[in-house]
């Protein structure tokens, strides 16, 4: 069951703005960001030129040339120094600034001019996300316990910057490749792997999966006394971890960690599952 109530994200925001900034985001952008209006957004990935991961974000169009990108918190100067790498020529104005973001999920409320009801970032579930300058938990609504939330984005699937994605990170492996890449978009950055693996099926070394099991971040998980997979996030007795790709969902593991006394039956099931 999703909480109810809303609870302020950390998450760093960047603005982009200026009359090249729509095109240039299109070809460094994974998603179609010619094809938002303004008000819309969308999750995207910034690659890098070999097709691994620099940064999971959330792109808005908050003006005809004017785009608010979000990312967790501690990776919006590195999301930047990236997009700052491929600027020449083009006139696009990047910019940390002190805006907020507030997840609200199974409840309703007002957003206060100046800022933009935006897709939430855990898919699935009843709610949105709210963006901009001041955002902050309406009145009147339940604030969420940041582990009851947690459990909702592992849950739902939803990895994070430096505990499922990192710059080594291949998209198809963190299964999110559905909510952040148009196929049907020109060229961008880092798209000859997405489209390679994508049209051989998608058939990576280890996948991201969800489990059921009461584990600690870290623990490693076995079958038949064969490592196959690695806690990368848990919460109240759900956790997410890259597992490899001969174990198919439903399947029985195994959990041990350091300091622990026993080895615990766990599940791994399909992200949507756990």
Known sequence: ???VGAIELARDVAL???????SYLQGQLSQDVEALSVGDSAFSLLLQPQG???AFLRVTRVGDDELALDVDAGFGEPMLARLRRFLLRVKVELTLVDWTVVA?????????????????ETPGVDGFDVIGPGAAVP?????????AYEALRIRTGVPRMGSELDESTIPATAGIVDRTVSFTKGCYTGQELVARIDSRGDRV??????VLGDVPVGAALSRDGRDVGRVTSAAAGVAL???RREVEPPADL??????????????ALPLDEA
């Open 1 to 3: 069951m999703s909480p």
């Open 16 to 22: 982009a703005k200026g009359p090249d900034a729509v």
């Open 139 to 147: 009145e009147g609504v339940p604030v969420i316990d940041p582990a």
């Open 205 to 210: 070394p280890t996948r991201l999966r969800g």
């Open 254 to 267: 195994l959990a041990t960690w350091q300091g622990g006394k026993a080895p615990v039956a766990v599940r």
């Open 52 to 54: 691994k991961i620099d």
């Open 104 to 120: 609200i999920r199974g409840a309703d409320a007002a957003v206060p001019a100046g800022r933009w009801r935006v897709r939430p």
């Open 241 to 243: 971890a890259y597992v």
